[in-house]
């Protein structure tokens, strides 16, 4: 079984700064690729950033790239997402994932999810 366990998120004023963290446990942490995603209420699923298990490839959706940054850390099994100049627009609850395969932006592709962590973004 792989479990996942996001912590970080909170209320923060925007232009604030938040660090996600996701915690894995289960099967060997390194052998996959972690993602994360946010849903807000009433809209879809959006792919954020993912980071591959080999060669540590990222991959950014353009809504986000330049201020959020993921990374891993597979000594202690977590993934982080930083996320800078956070915007009320960022409000949604932010959920990490977890695949076998290479990073990708379809939900569809990650078989592992958390419960996710609000973060509320105010003006």
């Known amino acids: 079984q792989v479990q996942l366990v996001e912590s970080g998120g909170g209320l923060v004023q925007a232009g604030e700064s938040l660090r996600l963290s996701c915690a894995k446990s289960?099967?060997?942490?390194?052998?996959?690729?972690m993602g994360w995603f946010r849903q807000a209420p009433g809209k879809e699923r959006e792919f954020l950033a993912a980071?591959?298990?080999?060669?540590?490839?990222?991959l950014y959706a353009e809504s986000v790239k330049g201020r959020f940054t993921i990374s891993r850390d597979n000594t202690n099994n977590t993934a982080y997402l930083q996320m800078n100049s956070l915007k009320p627009e960022d409000t949604a609850v932010y959920y990490c994932?977890?695949?076998?395969?290479?990073?990708?932006?379809?939900?569809?592709?990650?078989?592992?999810w958390g419960q996710g962590t609000q973060v509320t973004v105010s003006s």
């Open positions: 994932a977890a695949n076998q395969g290479l990073p990708t932006s379809q939900p569809s592709a990650y078989g592992y």
């Open positions: 289960g099967r060997t942490f390194s052998w996959y690729t």
């Open positions: 980071i591959g298990w080999r060669d540590r490839i990222t």
